[in-house]
């Protein structure tokens, strides 16, 4: 109502990103949306108003929804929401059908986006791939997520589609040649040579890739290669969900994993998983890692310790602590932890654990090697009930002989 006379809240707007294109999947938190603005509005804000027109924008949005949080960011007014915002963005639309938006950095500049000619390169993949084209893009955002590995959604369907189309393989393939597809495209991206970013699918635009992702994918072609290579269904499905997350389901489905049983012995599983406590949307990269103190001997960080292949064995006290991220200041976050006991002693002493706990400002988590078993310590960036940065550190135990 404030740009146009008309009470429609989907006139002159186009769903973009991965909602747009049909490849987010459950947990996403944003919904892009480009807000088209009358083109007789363009004199208002042609010279230098870039930030005028996303203050007006918001300002308008604010009068809508009154109860909403709003807030203009460098491109985009955003409308927060628990676990979920949406990035709007006020564009004019040219006459090839492109969209001139604003940007507000270093005084103001207006850009171009190409985002139907991507939507459409999209809707063909899926039609020309045999509708495999999105499942593979949702996979790999599964993966992402439950890795931590910093790819952006445009990055990845972008990478998905050039993967389809250097191959026939999977014109008329079904979801019965997912593992050979799934082990095949994770091949392709670890052999990719590095560099700094890609040109999109439909409209090749610029992607930056933001960290490189090879050797993060030869790990999961392994591990896919493994899961496609096991016989047994229900150990196929445990190595799927390992690689996937627990989108991936289990052979029982809808049977609660209430009761863990080892070596003869049972517990009660305590394990959270960030899945069901938050969203997960990962942006951004984060790193942990642990120091080993014990009385008289050196200080020696685990993953050094793991590189070289020294035992870490009982007795020891641990502190874990964040290294490094990229998250900007500008974006209010917290931090968790989850420490996971594993292995027949932990089941024995009904001390799985497994409990996400937030941090307690530190950025930091004592601990000790109190008993054998493989465990795991994990580390989340939490902004606004999303997960956006996550990192995990094995912590295998041994007793001294």
């Excluded at 078993?373 to 997960?387: Q, R």
Aim: glycine content about 6%.
């Amino acid at each position: 109502m404030r740009f146009r006379d008309t009470e429609s809240r989907t006139a002159n707007t186009l769903q973009v990103g991965s909602y747009g294109r049909r490849t987010a999947i459950k947990g996403v938190s944003d919904l892009d949306m480009l807000f088209i603005m009358p083109a007789s509005k363009w004199d208002d804000y042609s010279n230098g108003g870039q930030s005028k027109l996303l203050t007006d924008a918001a300002n308008a949005i604010k009068a809508r929804y009154p109860n909403t949080t709003v807030k203009v960011d460098r491109l985009v007014v955003q409308i927060q929401y628990q676990g979920f915002q949406i990035e709007a963005q006020p564009v004019f639309k040219l006459v090839d059908g492109s969209f001139r938006y604003p940007d507000t950095y270093r005084g103001g500049s207006w850009k171009t986006t190409k985002p139907e000619q991507e939507l459409t390169a999209s809707s063909q993949a899926q039609l020309d791939k045999n509708n495999n084209f999105r499942p593979l893009c949702k996979m790999v955002r599964a993966w992402r997520n439950r890795h931590g590995v910093q790819m952006g959604g445009l990055l990845i369907d972008t990478l998905v589609y050039k993967f389809l189309y250097s191959t026939s393989e999977y014109d008329s393939a079904g979801y019965r040649s997912y593992p050979q597809m799934v082990e095949a495209f994770f091949a392709y991206l670890a052999d990719l040579p590095v560099q700094h970013e890609y040109g999109a699918l439909g409209s090749n635009q610029r992607v930056k890739v933001k960290k490189r992702f090879q050797r993060r994918a030869r790990e999961a072609q392994e591990a896919a290669a493994k899961a496609a290579a096991e016989v047994d269904e229900a150990k196929a499905r445990a190595k799927w969900r390992k690689l996937f997350g627990r989108a991936f389901p289990l052979a029982e489905e809808g049977i609660a994993e209430s009761v863990i049983y080892e070596a003869g012995y049972q517990a009660r599983n305590t394990e959270e998983f960030p899945e069901e406590v938050f969203s997960v949307d990962i942006r951004y990269t984060l790193k942990i890692d642990c120091e080993v103190k014990q009385n008289g001997f050196q200080t020696l960080l685990l993953r050094a310790m793991l590189v070289d292949h020294l035992p870490l064995f009982t007795q020891k006290s641990l502190r874990f602590k964040i290294v490094h991220h990229d998250i900007p200041e500008s974006i209010d976050h917290q931090f968790y932890w989850k420490v996971l006991n594993r292995g027949p002693v932990a089941v024995k002493r009904d001390c799985i654990r497994g409990q996400i706990v937030p941090d307690e400002g530190q950025r930091q988590k004592i601990e000790n090697t109190n008993f054998r078993g493989d465990h795991i310590v994990e580390c989340y960036a939490v902004s606004n009930g999303v997960v956006i940065a996550r990192d995990r550190i094995k912590v295998p135990i041994r007793e001294e002989a």
